[in-house]
């Protein structure tokens, strides 16, 4: 089945920096990566998502990038800003699969 | 809309005790999960069911089991509680499964002493 690493488990940034997260997955034939933002207490919430037939997907300061040959995509986020402080999961779903499979997550601080 | 609700938000239960946790949806979705998320562990699909009428296993099912009680209605019983059950629990909703936006509801925090 699929399996999704994510690096760095921690990451600190000072505000207005940017702010990198990757992940690999082990399916060629995952087509749809997701990231979901948690904040504290809080429930899980899309933020971005891309699909196999994409490389590279913009909102506002938020990008995500795909390599099918390597099996990785990141997470970009610039000029970051205290509010993005929250735990970040990036998953995968593999090609007739109905299970998304997440990544261990990433926890981002922001320091003013 | 509320989106996906659950009930209830906390409960403690001792060993060997049942509960039963509550999810509902308002979106007209076909497909629900039940995710466990544990710290470092990020989260762990339990039971999902991809249309009303069917479920199945996901990651870690074992101590656990559902029911599709309808369409809006999906629900997680552990029948005789272990400590290492103790997590947050998540109920999400998603259209259908596959390439599609997967919304979660608050989450159960449950504790088993």
């Known amino acids: 089945g699929e399996n999704v690493e994510q690096h760095p488990s921690t990451l600190s940034v000072q505000e207005g920096d940017s702010a990198v997260i990757k992940c690999t997955y082990s399916d060629s034939a995952s087509n749809y990566f997701p990231w979901y933002k948690q904040e504290l207490g809080k429930r899980p919430q899309l933020i971005i998502d891309i699909r196999s037939n994409v490389g590279e997907k913009k909102d506002q300061r938020i990008a995500v990038t795909l390599n099918k040959t390597a099996k990785h995509f990141s997470l970009h986020i610039t000029e970051t800003q205290p509010e993005d402080s929250a735990v970040y999961f990036c998953a995968a779903i593999g090609g007739g699969s109905e299970k998304l499979v997440f990544g261990k997550g990433t926890k981002l601080t922001v320091n003013p | 809309n509320a989106g996906v609700t659950q009930t209830p938000k906390f409960q403690v239960l001792k060993t060997g005790q049942s509960m039963t946790l509550q999810c509902a949806q308002d979106?007209?979705?076909?497909?629900m999960y039940w995710y466990r998320q544990d710290p470092g562990m990020g989260l762990r699909l339990i039971y999902y069911s991809a249309s009303e009428g069917t479920t199945d296993k996901g990651e870690v099912p074992n101590g656990y089991n559902v029911s599709r009680l309808n369409k809006r209605e999906f629900s997680l019983r552990l029948e005789s509680a272990a400590p290492s059950q103790t997590s947050v629990y998540f109920c999400?909703?998603?259209?259908?499964?596959?390439?599609?936006?997967?919304?979660f509801g608050p989450g159960t925090r449950l504790t088993v002493l």
């Open positions: 999400a909703s998603s259209l259908r499964t596959g390439v599609n936006e997967q919304f």
């Open positions: 979106m007209n979705h076909n497909s």
